[in-house]
């Protein structure tokens, strides 16, 4: 998403915290898989979540 939106994680981080406190996102439990199953990623370091807003 970083790249995508051209932000730092660390400034998207705080968007997604805004967006989770306005009941928008909501963040998947540590150790989630994505979607695709793919595991190439170490699912220690990913942060995942859901749209659930309008």
Known sequence: ???GLDAS????K????????KGRVRRLA?????????CK????T???YEWVGE
Not at 15 to 21: C, D, G, I, P, Q
């Open 41 to 44: 990623c170490d699912p220690k």
């Open 30 to 38: 540590a150790g989630t898989g994505c979607a695709n199953g793919c």
């Open 14 to 21: 705080g968007m997604l915290a805004t967006l989770e406190r």
């Open 9 to 12: 994680p660390d400034a998207l």
């Open 46 to 48: 990913l942060e995942l």
């Open 1 to 3: 998403m970083a790249l």
